[in-house]
């Protein structure tokens, strides 16, 4: 991912957490000799050495998982919010835009056991239903129900490199910057209004 240096975002401790918040992914690699794409959630571990990596599931019926034998270099792409910067924002003549988050995570996929995938479907299960009243929780399951983790592929994503893109209209001065804050905020858009927050916590 091409990020200028005013726009790369190195706070691991921030990289870590939208990877948390905005789980749901792009896994993409080489299969059956053409780029493949794949939106499912990731969840972000780290070991007992302190190394990060990736876990998640596909179908058996994707390829793409089958694939990960032959082909394990992959990219996984977790995008956040993002909005239009309009030019008439400004007190001069420019062009417009676009702001948004997103980090970019590369690495080598591993298929998992069975008993792994379910343990690995323990952790997404538990991580998403700690907003409900009563929790679904896999532990808790039929072994009918669970039948159908047969039909899926765990795999785990050693992490190699992460890209972090922070584009908040840095590139702006102070009295640009707070307009376009404030045009954010009036389209009542919550997209855009979640990028004037992104931009109000944003180090200048």
Not at 106 to 128: C, F, M, R, W
Request: glycine share 4%.
């Amino acid at each position: 991912m091409h990020i200028p240096e005013i726009y790369k975002n190195e706070n691991q401790t921030e990289i870590q957490n939208f990877i948390h918040d905005n789980g749901f992914a792009i896994l993409i690699n080489q299969t059956n000799g053409k780029l493949w794409a794949t939106h499912i959630p990731l969840v972000l571990e780290t070991d007992e050495k302190g190394k990060q990596f990736l876990v998640g599931h596909v179908s058996k019926l994707n390829p793409q998982g089958e694939s990960f034998k032959t082909n394990d270099d992959v990219l996984v792409i977790f995008s956040g919010v993002h909005t239009y910067i309009s030019a008439s924002w400004y007190d001069h003549e420019n062009v417009s835009t676009w702001n948004y988050l997103a980090v970019h995570v590369y690495g080598k996929a591993t298929i998992l056991n069975y008993e792994e995938t379910v343990n690995s479907l323990k952790k997404l299960v538990d991580k998403y239903e700690v907003i409900s009243k009563n929790p679904t929780r896999v532990e808790d399951l039929s072994e009918n129900t669970m039948r159908e983790a047969r039909g899926i592929i765990g795999f785990t994503i050693e992490i190699s490199a992460i890209e972090a893109k922070k584009k908040l209209s840095q590139n702006r001065d102070e009295k640009n910057y707070q307009n376009i804050i404030q045009e954010l905020e009036k389209t009542k858009n919550n997209q855009a209004i979640a990028v004037a927050e992104e931009m109000k916590k944003c180090p200048r």
